[in-house]
């Protein structure tokens, strides 16, 4: 596609109830990154894959936080018992090749909000 | 651990008039990165900086980054209503993360 794409835009759920974010990044993008960022406030790092695996999960807030990347292209951010602390905007980027000189593009996000 | 820290954190100038934003990191890095963010809009690229003594310019932003001190700006020529908006820098890590400054939320007056 011609720009990194999340669905859904917004989700309201709940708390307790699982969800889950989808990234589709930009077509060729080999690295994708995950940010939360809530109100007001700057980006929190997530995680980062570089093709289908992730180097580095301790940058995930908790063990309720799970993400994954298949085929090297779509990735999935899911949220088991969400709690209220959990809204945010989550945030995904892509680029060329992972931590080069390569800009990251980032979607538009998928705000959450936990009921 | 990596810290970024960007000042000031709210920026109100009148048109035409000049200012620097600064971003100080707290780990040797030489991969910096500056991002504009408008109100409810995702991200946008601005700057890539890549080596000590790197300087980019794009129209009334110029920005800079000098590793040895840690320091990247990002300065405000004559600036204009249109580039109200929160900037944001951020510095790689050596652990494969990024981690961003809390923003420098800028707002041009006429």
């Known amino acids: 596609g011609a720009g990194v794409s999340q669905s859904p835009s917004n989700k309201v759920t709940e708390k307790g109830k699982d969800v889950e974010l989808r990234c589709d990044p930009i077509?060729?993008?080999?690295?994708l990154y995950w940010y939360r960022q809530s109100l007001g406030q700057g980006l929190e790092f997530l995680i980062y894959?570089?093709?289908?695996?992730?180097?580095?999960k301790s940058g995930l807030p908790s063990d309720r936080f799970s993400a994954e990347r298949t085929g090297g292209s779509v990735s999935t951010l899911t949220i088991q018992r969400t709690q209220q602390e959990d809204s945010a905007v989550y945030l995904c980027?892509?680029?060329?090749?992972?931590?080069?000189?390569?800009?990251?593009?980032f979607g538009d996000g998928t705000r959450l909000s936990i009921l | 651990e990596l810290k970024v820290e960007q000042n000031p954190l709210f920026l109100s100038m009148q048109e035409g008039k000049n200012y620097t934003i600064y971003c100080n990191y707290s780990t040797t890095s030489d991969r910096l990165y500056w991002y504009r963010q408008d109100p409810g809009k995702s991200l946008e690229s601005l700057f890539v900086l890549l080596s000590n003594g790197a300087v980019k310019q794009e129209g009334r932003l110029m920005a800079s980054l000098d590793t040895k001190a840690r320091l990247s700006t990002l300065h405000i020529t004559a600036a204009v209503h249109d580039l109200s908006a929160t900037y944001f820098c951020?510095?790689?890590?050596?652990?494969?993360?990024?981690?961003f400054g809390a923003g420098t939320r800028l707002t041009v007056k006429p």
């Open positions: 894959f570089q093709g289908n695996s992730a180097p580095d």
């Open positions: 980027a892509s680029s060329l090749v992972g931590y080069s000189n390569q800009p990251q593009h």
């Open positions: 951020a510095v790689e890590g050596n652990n494969n993360d990024m981690r």
């Open positions: 077509s060729g993008h080999t690295a």
